[in-house]
């Protein structure tokens, strides 16, 4: 743990203070009528301290601080597993949730972090299917950026033994977003061709590498030029640097029909011409606005272009092109089944060599801002995982260190960033 149990002990249970947690009362009720004086009874009354990333208000990377809660186990209600939470997957969805453009993360103060691995601590009396010491995936809508963090079982995933922590972290939003679009919605098949933006990202490696599982794909992937090496090594065919070339252009030049398929993660101008590029029978699938993002604080200018230049058009223009608009969003899908189907599949394909996360680099709780940051100066090629254990001082960031290149470039910004974090631990004040 922390070792900061003197303030914790202080505090108020995060339970108490979350509406979509359990109330004490409610989590009495929950418990099996124990007895009290028994050693496993008084070990669930001892409160758990723990840190976790809490955004405090909206806006730069200092909004995010890291401080120490505490909570009993005895709080865990029917159906949820307590996780110690041993690696978290940094999202985009968390650079726009600081900013508050992300419309599922409840109001600050609130704890950030939907994705995570760890080990399971305990269960609650009803939970048959999860047993304490399983390795698992964990899912919430927040609340993952903690060292423990309490669970719905049936948003727990098992791991495989060869699956590492930071793997399992990278793998269920970037795949399963990845996944969804292009076998649920776009009905991926031989010979197609795909616009993968952000493909240096980590649903743009998680799409690239699920589109290789189908034959004679052919993948357009625009990336900064410093990444291109890596994700042709990686499966994408047509690699082009958006930041200096006119990727419709690139693309017209290779397919002068177009695409099959767009996965449009920007929004804005670049819907528009996404829809423009789609072949006849094609489908664009809008799912992010990446575009409104322009740095650490909210842009509103970016904003209002992103929104002026969207795309609308009426259903008649759609029937005269045949073309397809859809869109998605991962958090707004409720089918459990669907959910867990499809994580399912991705462990198939992970156990069968195909699939495999990329991790960009792993930074501690401590680290927070540098991981933003490399997000935000579009520095990462795959997944940034954030690490819940503390920064022992020695310790330097770990970044993927294949290209000798890029390491030289990133150790440099990391070392700059060092200055600028204002990442706190301190005690959460009532
Ligand atoms: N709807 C859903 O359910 C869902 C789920 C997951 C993710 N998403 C969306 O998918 C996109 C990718 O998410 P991710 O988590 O995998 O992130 P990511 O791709 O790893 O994001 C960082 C990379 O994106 C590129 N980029 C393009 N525009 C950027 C901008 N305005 N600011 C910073 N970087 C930018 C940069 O690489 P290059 O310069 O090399 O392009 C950067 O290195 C995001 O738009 C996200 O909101 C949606």
Same mark, same amino acid.
């Given at each position: 743990?922390?070792? /900061?149990?003197?303030? !914790?002990? &202080? &505090? ?33 009354? &001892?409160?758990?301290?723990? #840190?976790?990333?809490?955004? %405090? ?8 601080? +890291? ?30 949730? #600081? ?9 600050? @103060?609130?704890?950030?972090?939907? /994705? ?11 939970? %048959? ?5 399983? #390795?698992?995936?964990? $899912? ?57 933006? $952000? ?9 690239? *590498?699920?589109?290789? %599982?189908? &034959? ?54 670049? %819907? ?30 970016? $904003? ?8 609308? +058009? ?55 801002? /540098? ?18 254990? @503390? ?20 150790? !440099?910004?990391?070392?700059? *960033?060092? /200055? ?11």
């Amino acid at each position: 743990m922390s070792g /900061e149990e003197g303030p !914790a002990q &202080q &505090q108020e249970p995060e339970q108490v203070k979350k509406p979509d947690e359990p109330p004490p009362a409610e989590a009495a009720e929950a418990k099996p009528e124990s007895s009290s004086s028994s050693p496993a009874a008084a070990e669930e009354e &001892q409160p758990i301290s723990y #840190r976790a990333l809490v955004l %405090t208000g909206y806006g730069g990377y200092d909004k995010i601080k +890291l401080q120490v809660k505490s909570m009993k186990k005895s709080q865990l209600k029917a159906g949820e597993v307590l996780v110690r939470v041993k690696a978290c997957g940094l999202n985009f969805a968390e650079l726009l949730g #600081r900013q508050g453009l992300y419309d599922l993360l409840p109001a600050p @103060p609130v704890t950030m972090g939907m /994705e995570g691995s760890g080990v399971i601590e305990a269960v609650a009396e009803d939970v %048959t299917d999860r047993k304490v010491g399983d #390795r698992v995936i964990a $899912m919430k809508r927040h609340g993952m950026w903690q060292e423990v963090a309490v669970v719905p079982a049936n948003r727990t995933f098992p791991i495989p033994e060869a699956m590492s922590f930071e793997e399992a972290a990278a793998l269920p939003i970037n795949y399963m977003t990845a996944y969804m679009m292009l076998f649920e919605m776009a009905n991926l098949r031989p010979g197609k061709s795909v616009l993968i933006h $952000m493909a240096a990202g980590g649903v743009g490696i998680a799409a690239t *590498q699920l589109c290789q %599982t189908v &034959q004679d794909v052919t993948i357009f992937g625009t990336a900064s030029a410093s990444k291109h090496e890596t994700i042709s090594q990686g499966g994408v065919t047509h690699p082009i640097d958006y930041r200096t070339k006119d990727y419709v252009t690139e693309i017209r030049k290779i397919n002068p029909k177009g695409v099959d398929i767009v996965l449009d993660p920007l929004g804005g101008a670049d %819907t528009q011409k996404g829809f423009g590029l789609l072949k006849p029978l094609g489908m664009l699938i809008v799912f992010g606005t990446a575009n409104c993002v322009t740095g650490q604080k909210k842009n509103l200018l970016a $904003m209002a272009k992103t929104w002026y230049n969207q795309l609308t +058009l009426n259903t008649l223009k759609l029937m005269q092109t045949n073309k397809a608009i859809a869109g998605f969003h991962l958090g707004y899908i409720t089918d459990e089944e669907l959910f867990e189907r499809t994580l399912v599949k991705l462990m198939e394909l992970y156990q069968q060599g195909k699939i495999k996360p990329r991790i960009d680099s792993c930074y501690h709780f401590e680290e927070v801002t /540098e991981a933003m940051k490399r997000m935000h100066d579009r520095q990462n090629i795959g997944k940034v995982i954030l690490i819940p254990e @503390p920064k022992k001082s020695e310790e330097k960031p770990q970044s993927n260190t294949e290209e000798a290149e890029n390491v030289g470039e990133n150790e !440099a910004a990391v070392s700059d *960033q060092k /200055e600028e974090a204002a990442v706190e631990v301190e005690a959460e004040k009532d």
